[in-house]
């Protein structure tokens, strides 16, 4: 069984930044996609951003310029930073892994909160 575990979430001014930290309680190159996604109280969780074993990476549209995703493999950790946060960037983040097998983990969610 696969271990994420989220860190690096709080409470941010808008404007502000915060680094997420997604630590794999395995090697990450067992893993084709890595990403980064979000639910907001009462909406669906979506994607914010993911990173392929090729270090491709995609963003969702209102997060373009804003979010930076990267991975270290050495240390089995994906991040994600978040710049110019807007109040609407208000959600829990979860942290994905996907293998070539199609098996799927998530981690249990760091919250972020961002104010007006």
């Known amino acids: 069984q696969v271990q994420l575990v989220e860190s690096g979430g709080g409470l941010v001014q808008a404007g502000g930044s915060l680094r997420l930290s997604c630590v794999a309680s395995?090697?990450?190159?067992?893993?084709?996609?890595m990403g980064w996604y979000r639910q907001a109280p009462g909406k669906q969780r979506e994607l914010a951003a993911a990173i392929t074993s090729g270090s491709s990476s995609d963003y969702a549209d209102s997060v373009k310029g804003r979010f930076t995703i990267s991975r270290d493999s050495a240390k089995n950790t994906v991040y994600l930073q978040m710049n110019s946060l807007k109040p609407e960037d208000t959600a829990v983040y979860y942290c994905?892994?996907?293998?070539?097998?199609?098996?799927?983990?998530w981690g249990q969610g760091t919250q972020v909160t961002v104010s007006s």
């Open positions: 395995r090697s990450i190159v067992t893993f084709t996609r």
């Open positions: 994905k892994a996907e293998n070539y097998f199609g098996n799927y983990y």
